[in-house]
């Protein structure tokens, strides 16, 4: 598979903001949302097995703790591994499904938590169920609206994930009406600001397209049941920043 990058650093979006992650960011999207700030995965790339994939993960694990007694980790809902958390992502991971299936079976073999990080234009039925999907529906404004596959919506779990970026207004109506509409109140929902494209220097809210406290009176209002996601990255470092 051809992979751009593989680090360690901490979950920056989804509800696992702030954990320790070892990210596996693969090469190649066939989607060109407006705001993307992964644009250096289209291209390039170094061609990698799983066994050499899995070799780097490991370089870069910590000293595992043992396991609890239930077998999860500590505190957590989902479903979990006892080792490190691992996301998979991309550009577009799905595009090389022959390749990173495997990849997600041998990570959770070794008992390693894994996320997948996909915009769900791709199907997503041959996923491992021990996965946890967190799957993009794109709002109008990304320039990709309508290219969600809704059959992706019954492949989803109770520890799956759906993430709304949210550049507008318009944006906001679209996601509140598609939650509404697919009865996504018992799911994991996430409304998160899109970032300028642009965005450096300063590391704070002046950079999202949608003020973060607007979004959220707006959610208030319309007594939606989602979460409002922050990419922390963002904030931490310069949004300029790659791999973190």
């Known amino acids: 598979m051809l992979i751009t990058e593989i680090y360690r650093s901490i979950q920056g979006e989804s509800s696992y903001t702030g954990l320790p992650c070892i990210f596996v960011r693969l090469t190649g999207c066939n989607l060109r949302c407006s705001w993307c700030d992964s644009v250096y995965t289209f291209t390039g790339g170094k061609k990698m097995s799983v066994d050499e994939v899995m070799a780097e993960v490991r370089g870069l694990e910590p000293v ?3 396991p609890t007694s239930s077998g999860t980790a500590a505190g957590l809902g989902g479903t979990w591994g006892t080792g490190p958390l691992v996301e998979i992502t991309g550009g577009e991971p799905m595009l090389q499904e022959r390749e990173v299936v495997p990849l997600m079976d041998r990570l959770l073999a070794d008992g390693y938590s894994v ?3 996909t915009s769900g234009e791709r199907p997503l039925e041959n996923v491992p169920e021990q996965v946890i999907k967190i799957v993009d529906v794109k709002c109008p404004g990304s320039s990709e609206g309508g290219k969600f596959r809704l059959d992706n919506l019954k492949t989803l779990r109770p520890h799956d994930e759906l993430k709304f970026v949210i550049e ?3 944006d906001y109506d679209f996601a509140r009406d ?3 509409q697919h009865d996504l109140a018992a799911a994991n929902v ?5 970032f300028r494209q642009d965005a450096s ?3 704070d809210a002046s950079h999202c397209m949608v003020d973060p406290r607007e ?4 959610i208030l209002a319309d007594d939606l049941n989602v979460r409002l996601g922050l990419q922390v990255h963002k ?5 300029a920043t790659k791999s973190v």
């Open 64 to 66: 595992r703790k043992e």
């Open 168 to 170: 507008s207004r318009e």
């Open 215 to 218: 979004l959220v009176e707006w």
């Open 115 to 117: 996320l997948l990080e």
């Open 190 to 194: 996430i409304f998160s600001p899109a």
């Open 235 to 239: 904030f931490i470092w310069d949004p």
């Open 178 to 180: 598609f939650t509404r």
């Open 201 to 203: 220097g300063s590391r």
